[in-house]
C-alpha cells in the first residue's frame, strides 16, 4: 500500500504525484494544509523530522524528500520506466535533481513564491501570528530566510538572487532541450517530472515571462501540460484561492523582475 503525506500545490509534492500517475500506481493520501501548520504537528515530526512534504508511506516503511521517493518509485515499481537505462542517462537525472536540492527548490523557488505572493497570507493573519508561524519552522536558516521574504518581499536581497538563479535554470533547461524532446534523453523520465512543478510555478505566479525567447523551454512546457498526468497531478489539485492570488501578485511584481534581469552582471 502507498500511502502519501502531500500537499495540493506544493512543488514537491505535485512531482511525486505525477511519477504516480505515469506510472499507473494507486496511493491513498493525506493532504497537509501548511498554512495551518498541520506538517509541525508533533504526530507528523516524527515521520518527517524536518516537517516538509511529502512523505511516503510503502507497506510501513517511511521515504523522505520528494527526489529519493521519485528514485525509490522507480526501485519498487520498475515498469514502466521513468529512468534511462543507460548508465548516462541515469547520470543526467541525478545531476538534474542535485540541482534542485541543492538550492534552486530551497532558495529560488520558495524565495520567489513567498516574495511575490505567499507573504500576503502570513501579514493577514496579525504580527503576533505571523511571527509564530515563522518561528515554528525548524531548520533556522530558512526560519530567517522566511522571515526577510515576509517582512521585506521582493525587497528581500534573497529575491533578487532567486531571479538570477531562475533565470539561469531556465536558459540551461532551453539549452539542452534545443537538442533532445526530454530533459535527460530521448523519453519522458523522473526528471521531467521533477522540473515540471517549477516551471508551472511560473506560470502560476503570472511570471511566465522568464521563458520568452527560450522556445525549446516553452515546447517542452507545452507538451507537458498535455500529458495525461499533468491534469490528475497538478491540475486536479489546484486551489483557486492560491491561484488567484499568484496571479495577481506575479503580475504587480513583474516589472521590478524585469527590471533585476536588466541589472544583472
Known amino acids: 500500500m502507498l500511502l502519501l503525506y502531500h500537499n495540493s500545490m506544493s512543488s514537491c509534492s505535485q512531482k511525486v504525484r505525477l511519477s504516480l500517475a505515469e506510472k499507473g500506481l494507486d496511493w491513498d493520501g493525506r493532504h497537509l494544509d501548511l498554512r495551518a501548520g498541520d506538517t509541525q504537528t ?3 515530526l516524527k515521520l518527517n523530522p524536518k516537517g516538509v512534504v511529502p512523505t511516503l508511506e510503502h507497506d510501513g516503511q ?3 524528500e520528494s ?8 526501485d519498487a515499481f520498475p515498469t514502466p520506466s521513468l529512468r534511462p537505462s543507460d548508465a548516462l542517462g541515469k547520470a543526467e537525472i541525478r ?10 527548490h530551497d532558495l529560488a523557488t520558495t524565495s520567489i513564491s513567498m516574495g511575490i505572493a505567499f507573504r500576503h497570507q502570513f501579514l493577514a493573519r496579525g504580527e503576533a501570528e505571523c511571527t509564530a508561524l515563522i518561528d515554528a519552522v525548524p531548520d533556522p536558516v530558512k526560519r530567517e530566510r ?3 521574504l515576509v517582512l521585506k518581499g521582493i525587497d528581500a536581497p534573497v529575491f533578487h538572487e532567486a531571479v538570477r538563479m531562475w533565470d539561469t535554470l531556465v ?4 539549452n539542452v ?19 515540471t512543478p517549477y516551471v508551472t510555478r511560473l506560470d502560476h505566479l503570472n511570471v511566465l515571462g522568464f521563458l520568452d525567447g527560450r522556445e525549446a523551454l516553452s515546447d517542452w512546457y507545452e507538451r507537458i501540460q498535455a500529458r495525461p498526468s499533468y491534469k490528475t497531478a497538478i491540475e486536479d489539485w489546484n486551489e483557486e484561492k492560491y491561484l488567484t492570488l499568484m ?7 513583474w516589472p521590478r523582475i524585469q527590471e533585476i534581469l536588466a541589472a544583472a552582471p
Do not use: C, P
Open 62 to 64: 517511511i521515504i523522505r
Open 42 to 44: 508533533v504526530d507528523y
Open 171 to 174: 536558459a540551461d533547461m532551453d
Open 95 to 104: 545531476l538534474w535533481t542535485k540541482r534542485l536540492d541543492e538550492g534552486h
Open 247 to 253: 496571479s495577481e501578485k506575479g503580475a504587480e511584481a
Open 177 to 195: 532541450l534545443q537538442t533532445r524532446d526530454w530533459l535527460a534523453g530521448a523519453s519522458y523520465s523522473i526528471a521531467d517530472a521533477a522540473f
Open 146 to 148: 522566511r522571515r526577510d
Open 67 to 74: 527526489n529519493v521517493i521519485l528514485e525509490y518509485l522507480e
